[in-house]
């Protein structure tokens, strides 16, 4: 079946440095993807939409240029936490959706430690 | 705006005995509802979802939902639970269709343990 693939599963990054966290779909192309935060011990947290081949859609309150997404072709999405910090500490997760248009298909998920 | 509420934070069962997780939405129209189980540290995996047609839906793992549009509910059920059954159970509201279906929103979440 459709497989949905995070890189890296787990990262520790320093404050003040950016890091990279990859979103791809293996066997389908995904048009648009979506990215989440999930807080330990919490629910998940709807952060954007990414567009294939366009700028991403952000929901209210979450800082676009804190999270640089950039879905540069139809089976990769990546988020960018840039200038990290220790609040930024958090599970994110990623989906994608089929061709089809009624498969939402969800990432491993990517842990992030920022110390 | 649409919201989903689960009001059970932990549920705990014996193994073999019948599960009801509950879950209710607010939305306008009708939504598109889902359910989701998560193990720790781990992804989503898809239960089951609701678009149309037939309101109870049967999902994977012996699950099975009732969408109740009179009472806003999608509550999830199985009639025997097994061990490996525990985990973190969510509900979640899509309200775009096409494109952009994938925009989720997720109730709190319930914690399921099991005991043997």
């Known amino acids: 079946g459709a497989v949905v693939s995070q890189h890296p599963s787990r990262v520790i990054c320093k404050s003040g440095t950016s890091v990279k966290i990859e979103c791809r779909s293996l066997?389908?192309?995904?048009?648009?993807m979506f990215w989440y935060r999930q807080f330990p011990k919490k629910s998940l947290m709807l952060m954007a939409t990414?567009?294939?081949?366009?700028?991403?859609?952000?929901e209210q309150g979450v800082e676009k240029d804190k999270f640089l997404i950039n879905h540069a072709s139809l089976t990769l999405s990546t988020l960018t936490v840039t200038s990290a910090h220790p609040e930024d500490s958090s599970f994110y997760i990623c989906?994608?959706?089929?061709?089809?248009?009624?498969?939402?298909?969800f990432g491993e998920g990517s842990w992030l430690t920022v110390v | 705006a649409q919201s989903v509420t689960q009001p059970d934070i932990h549920i705990t069962v014996s193994e073999g005995a019948s599960l009801e997780l509950r879950c209710n939405y607010s939305?306008?129209?009708?939504?598109?509802l889902f359910w989701y189980v998560q193990s720790p540290g781990q992804g989503l995996q898809l239960l089951l979802k609701y678009f149309s047609g037939d309101t109870l839906v049967q999902g994977i793992k012996g699950f099975e939902a009732e969408f109740k549009r009179s009472q806003s509910s999608f509550n999830l059920r199985k009639p025997s639970v097994h061990w490996s059954d525990a985990a973190e159970y969510f509900c979640a509201v899509g309200a775009d269709r096409g494109s952009t279906l994938g925009r989720l929103y997720f109730g709190r979440g319930t914690q399921l343990t099991v005991w043997p």
């Open positions: 989906s994608a959706l089929t061709g089809t248009g009624n498969t939402i298909y």
């Open positions: 939305y306008g129209a009708t939504p598109y």
């Open positions: 990414s567009n294939e081949g366009s700028k991403a859609t952000y």
């Open positions: 066997d389908f192309q995904a048009t648009t």
